[in-house]
């Protein structure tokens, strides 16, 4: 049973509730229901609905409603929502002002609309109330609630307690709308980020893992030199694990005090295989990506390729390509895997000043400064494929 006859005393009680569910919804849209399910009890309401209006081209939606049967709020959004007077009315007044429509006026227009007619009156709808809540260029934000024939029309009382949710509302709304925009973008982010065949983990500034594509942990779960523990990135071999944590921290924490660092190329060894598995750990400056990724802002990445998996460029194309010499080639190939120069020396048997001097060669010739540059333009590029 509805009072229609005055402001309950625990009114006060049930607008904070209702503030605090609005504040809810701004990040979850289920609760929107539970809003407008308690609008309905403090208005002594059959139903209420929230409604959003695209101007270009026109077109009204549903984003939660109260008391309504869904084959009505099909009706609505196909047949009624782009013809509704229910706004030309409301917007009459002022945004957040409430206006209160009744249809005991036979002789009124609302009521010989085909709307009212074919929508409102079926389903024993005789008096409405709301407001519009947001209104710019672009879209518009609509609340509204509605009593049967039987029941009296709204009471300025009434409307002066949904004015004090108004502001409460339009802040929600304002809210729900970046947290939904922010969503999006981050599932198309990490949508994107999985789809590739490189192997990519995000940090943030404590160094845990904010997102991990599936290449990556692909590669992780099966290279014996890497291993994923507690939203950390290990290396098997201390000796290899001690570089790759100090590299993973610095890049990490760049951004706090404001240290600009390089990438910084790793090349990590297991004895239970003879592949290296060749990483890139890079700090992201003043990171335009997604800031709300998993357990916080992205501050690095790291970016791996299972070496089993790649067809490295061969010799010939990059003296085709860089003017490479054979041996430069096989250098910059060892390069790319994260070999140090002491460890290509050692490989070919050569002095360690041959290699060094092979490598300002290699870096000058395809206009790099260091091996990480290096990496990304071999190991990362088209010129490498996948097996």
Known sequence: MHDYNGISSNHEQLIHDIIGHIYDAALDRSVWYAVLEAI????????AILLYQDHNPEHVGVLSSYGFDAKWLTLY??????????????????????????????????????????????????????????????????LG???????????????????TLVPHLQKALHIYRAHTEAVVKNDA????????????????HQSQISYCNKSASAIINQHPAIAMQNQHIFATIDECNKKLREAIIAASQANLDGTFINSIAIGLKSPDSFVILPVLITPIHQSNFSPHISKG????????????????????????????????????????????????????????TTIRSQVQSIYAKMGVKTQAQLIKTLLYSPLTSTK
């Open 40 to 47: 309905a009890s403090l208005t002594a309401s059959k139903s």
């Open 77 to 142: 959004d196909e047949e009624h929502g782009a013809i509704d007077p229910v706004y030309e009315i409301m917007e009459e007044g002022s945004t957040g002002e409430l206006t209160a429509i009744s249809c005991n006026n036979k002789d009124d227009q609302f009521c010989e609309s085909r709307t009212y007619q074919e929508f409102y009156k079926p389903q024993g709808i005789f008096q409405l109330a709301g407001t519009c809540l947001i209104q710019n260029e672009n879209s518009s934000t609509w």
């Open 145 to 163: 609630f509605h009593r049967t024939k039987s029941a009296p029309e709204y009471q300025t009382e009434i409307l002066s307690l949904v004015k």
């Open 189 to 204: 982010f990490a949508s994107s980020i999985d789809t590739m065949q490189m192997g990519a983990v995000f940090f943030n």
């Open 297 to 352: 802002a992205i501050a690095a990445v790291m970016t791996l390729t299972d070496p089993d998996q790649i067809l490295l460029t061969s010799p010939e194309l990059l003296n085709t390509i860089y003017n490479l010499t054979k041996s430069e080639a096989d250098v910059a190939i060892s390069l790319a895997n994260a070999m140090s120069v002491k460890e290509i020396a050692d490989e070919k048997s050569v002095q360690l």
